[in-house]
């Protein structure tokens, strides 16, 4: 059976009898599959669906694909690629093989598992250079020498990774807005949630470094949803990069959020009208006051997801004067300039409906006309005035106020009715949206003046690098391991336990205090023995662990059971267990780190990702940036760090 890729350039793979899948529907439970089982378990009967591919990524390595429908009309195909990576016993060094990802997101104690499943949406280009699809069959017995790993490429639209043990990351979303003609980001980001939810992975990191128009996104959401946009599916922080913490983060989102507008307007507005234009802009399109810089960012950005994306709405708010009534146009605009010249007279401050309404009537006799006006002009614009409305808290009263509004729409017409006759002043449309967010994310966010470096606005430019310096988020699927209904386990087995191990050096050495690995769901019959939960500990940690293969389990931390006695009765139902075993292959050599000493001057004493510099007496890792080296520049041949430097200068003024 030959499968099918509907990426048109690749014309010699054809469709055959190959099953097509909803795009917007895979991943949910009996789509394809019932998802009743541990991680592995799903991965293995999900895979069963697949075309199972030919040389997609060397001889030796499954893979398999599903074709996916976008939608029909017009018919829009994308195909999904699970390829399963086996850790291959004969390498020499654990540490190459350990997973960077693990490292910097805090994994690193993990150990290495003895398979990874990638999960690819890949790009038409990235299909292109991987099948050289002009030339060569997708399932040509000899391919081409030279062909492209389709895992190693770069520039695929999905590309996420699971351990067998049920951690993964997501390595790359490429939406529209990074290139792809096919799938927008939030499209790609529910699709692999589903399959996330679906597959019962247990927590997922990924390395937020996504942008639009040159923002860094984790800024502009954080400043107004306090989340990055990954937030929006339950990513919240994993790790931050030069020290930062978790209450670091919180600390700084709240600090750039809470700034006030009002200072912010009139501390920038001395140098930089523009700011203060854009402020009362959309000001004027709000239903509301807008207090702090956090408030207005969330409008904006909640505005641009309601506006079409080629059409505008007017500057006023969208609530306009009807003119679907019995009076005429002419007769509501009399009414409309009278009651604005009504409200001028109350100098800006706020006055109730009755009071509005009582100065109306000496000019205009037809109270419905009034009240229909009155109710038909909250938020409003009227000339160079906003009519504001809104209901007094305290008296429960309506009440109405002027706002001016001349210097944000400086050429505006004398009066905007809504009707087919008058037409809007002023529009605002998404193309000008993103316009004005992105002149105040690099006016204030990014790129901070001199103004914007003492007092209260000094936290700026502190919390927008502590934001940005949080690029790793987590999150977390299923618990530890759910104790609820019978899944994860099978043939009659409803006992079930959480167990993991630790070898019988560390026990000694360490006393329980290195970090272990993942708790394991472990299922039992009813009438089990020790001796065989012994077995069944073995057998699903020689699945999951490269290491753990050839371990033998020897006790069990703080029990003293015999082999032959009952595990009911002796344990409770989800209890968790620790089990010392002896290894041929030492668990302590999995662990990642390597050698190396992290031990930063902004506390960092891990490997975050961050480019890092080794002092040549001591050895001791560093960040570039904290040691005041640019990232534009080269790691310098000889680095001594700040304690070794002192201590050399202290010698040689020894007599």
């Known amino acids: 059976m030959s499968s099918y890729l509907d990426l048109g350039g690749c014309r010699k793979r054809r ?17 394809p599959v019932e998802f009743d089982g541990s991680f592995r378990d799903n991965v293995k009967a999900l895979v069963e669906y697949g075309h199972l591919e030919i040389n997609l990524c060397g001889n030796g390595v499954f893979s398999w694909s599903f074709q996916l429908e976008v939608h029909r009309h017009p018919p829009l195909h994308v195909v999904l690629f699970i390829v399963e990576e086996q850790i291959q016993a004969s390498s ?3 540490i190459n093989l350990h997973c960077k990802h693990c490292q910097y997101v805090g994994w690193g104690h993990h150990m290495m598992c003895n398979k990874k499943y ?19 069959s997708f399932d040509d017995p000899n391919p081409e020498k030279g062909k492209f790993n389709l895992v190693e490429l770069k520039g695929h639209i999905m590309h996420g990774v699971f351990h067998s043990n049920g951690f993964g990351h997501l390595l790359c979303v490429n939406g529209m807005e990074m290139g792809s003609d096919q799938l927008a980001g939030y499209q790609i980001m529910e699709f692999w949630d589903r399959l996330c939810t679906g597959l019962q992975a247990r927590k997922v990191s990924l390395n937020d470094t996504s942008k639009k128009r040159g923002m860094e996104l984790r800024l502009l959401y954080g400043v107004a949803y306090g989340h990055p946009w990954f937030g929006r599916w339950g990513y919240k922080f994993g790790r931050g990069c030069y020290g930062v913490n978790q209450p670091i983060y919180q600390k700084a989102i709240e600090a750039i959020q809470g700034i006030p507008l009002c200072l912010l307007n009139h501390h920038l507005s001395i140098s930089n009208n523009d700011i203060s234009v854009i402020f009362s802009r959309y000001q004027a399109l709000s239903d509301h006051s807008m207090v702090t810089l956090g408030d207005l960012f969330h409008f904006m950005l909640e505005l641009r997801s309601r506006l079409p994306k080629e059409n505008s709405i007017d500057s006023c708010n969208p609530s306009t004067v009807e003119t679907n009534c019995r009076w005429s146009p002419k007769r509501v ?17 706020w006055v109730s409906r009755q009071e509005v309404r009582d100065a109306a009537r000496a000019y205009i006799g037809d109270t419905g006309l009034l009240d229909f006006v009155l109710k038909s002009l909250g938020n409003h614009i009227v000339g160079n005035y906003l009519v504001r409305r809104c209901l007094n808290p305290v008296t429960k009263v309506l009440e109405y106020c002027l706002e001016d509004i001349s210097t944000v729409f400086p050429n505006s017409e004398a009066l905007i009715i809504n009707n087919s006759k ?32 003492t007092g209260v606005f000094s936290a700026i430019p502190m919390a927008t690098r502590i934001i940005l310096d949080t690029k790793f988020l987590v999150k977390e699927y299923t618990e530890e ?28 050495d360490e006393g329980l205090k290195k970090p272990l690995p993942p708790y394991e769901c472990v299922c039992l019959k009813e009438n089990a023995t020790f001796d065989e939960l012994k077995q069944e500990v ?5 699945e999951v662990y490269w290491r753990l293969r050839n371990f033998v389990v020897e006790t069990i931390v703080n029990l003293s059971v015999k082999g032959s006695d ?9 209890q968790k267990l620790v089990f010392i075993v002896s290894n041929e292959d030492q668990i302590e050599m999995d662990d990642g780190s390597g050698s190396g000493i992290v031990d930063c001057l902004c506390g960092a004493k891990e490997d975050d990702g961050e480019r890092l510099i080794s002092c040549d007496i001591c050895e001791v890792w560093q960040h570039t940036r904290c040691v005041r080296i640019p990232n534009n520049e080269e790691i310098p041949h000889v680095f001594l760090c700040k304690q070794c430097e002192e201590k050399i200068v202290f010698l040689s003024s020894l007599p």
Do not use: W
């Open 15 to 31: 469709r055959g009898g190959e099953r097509v899948f909803k795009f917007k529907t895979f991943g949910e439970n009996g789509c």
């Open 92 to 94: 020499s060094s654990s």
């Open 118 to 136: 990638h999960f690819l949406l890949p790009s038409k280009d990235t299909v292109a250079a991987c099948f050289n699809c002009d030339e060569t």
């Open 333 to 349: 605009e009399a009414a409309t300039r009278v009651i604005v010249e009504a409200l001028k007279k109350a100098e800006f401050r």
């Open 422 to 453: 008058a037409k809007p002043r002023c529009k605002i449309t998404k193309v000008q949206l993103m316009k004005d967010i992105a002149y105040l994310y690099r006016h204030i966010l990014k790129d901070q003046k001199a103004t914007l470096s």
């Open 481 to 508: 391991l759910s104790m609820k209904g019978n899944s994860n386990c099978s043939n009659g087995k409803t006992f079930k336990l959480l167990c993991t191990v630790i070898s019988r050096s560390d026990e000694i």
């Open 538 to 542: 073995e057998k699903n940690f020689r």
């Open 566 to 574: 009952l595990v009911m009765g002796s344990v409770e139902m989800g």
